[in-house]
């Protein structure tokens, strides 16, 4: 995945994050998200996480795929770490890098853990029914496409701001991975497409996982 903003000031000041040179409603003294706008979009978005949660695990059930059932739990940890970020989105800087170091290791032992089944499917040899995860797959697009457009304005803000995008932006792309998995699947009727897919989902995983401790980390050595 490539990163498309790169945040590259080492030394945020005390009571915002690094200035991209965006200009939005809310104040960065008193926390980056006390923008009411940013506040329900907040609320919507975790809303979205939470239904995908459910049909995904389900559907990742029913399929045998893997793939479904780690970006189930991915749903469930984007609704998890929004409802985080609602909570100290008015704290200091220095809870809110706190929390986002806390988000990133979360990151860290999602990605691993998404590494380890994913070489036991290929191990197993077991094929997922691609059509459930086409069907599954395009319903994630669209939920986290639609996520992802109601974070756009957002996207720049500092570490804990930028943690909920990032995680947004990489379920969207890893949904239509997803997508083209199930098509490959479907016509080689082989575990090794999911198991691609799944295995460039976790080095985004890392990556945004990194940028983000990355942020954090010179956020809390500056507050």
């Known amino acids: ?53 459910f049909v ?14 780690a970006d189930s739990l991915d749903f469930a940890g984007d609704a998890a770490n929004i409802a985080l970020s609602l909570f100290v989105m008015t704290a200091s800087v220095a809870v809110r890098a706190r929390t986002s170091l806390l988000k990133a290791a979360t990151m860290f032992l999602f990605a691993f853990w998404i590494m380890g089944t994913t070489l036991w499917q290929v191990y197993t ?63 080689t009727q082989n575990t090794l497409p999911d198991a691609i897919v799944a295995l460039v989902m976790v080095a985004m995983g890392l990556q945004a996982a990194t940028r983000i401790a990355e942020q954090a980390w010179a956020e809390l050595k500056a507050a």
């Open 1 to 53: 995945m490539s990163a498309h903003h790169d945040h590259t000031d080492p030394d945020p000041g005390p009571d915002h994050g690094p200035d991209h040179g965006h200009h939005h409603d809310h104040s960065h003294d008193i926390g980056p998200a006390t923008d009411p706008a940013y506040r329900r979009a907040l609320w919507s978005v975790m809303a979205i996480n939470a239904v995908m949660f």
């Open 125 to 187: 040899g077991e094929v997922p029914r691609a059509e459930v995860m086409g069907l599954i797959s395009i319903l994630a697009v669209v939920a986290n496409v639609g996520s992802a457009l109601l974070l756009w304005k957002y996207r720049e803000g500092d570490s804990n701001m930028m943690s909920v995008w990032l995680c947004t932006r990489n379920d969207a792309i890893g949904n239509l991975m997803v997508l083209g998995a199930a098509i490959g699947v479907w016509f």
């Open 56 to 69: 995904e695990i389900g559907a990742g059930l029913q399929s045998q795929s893997k793939s479904l059932l």
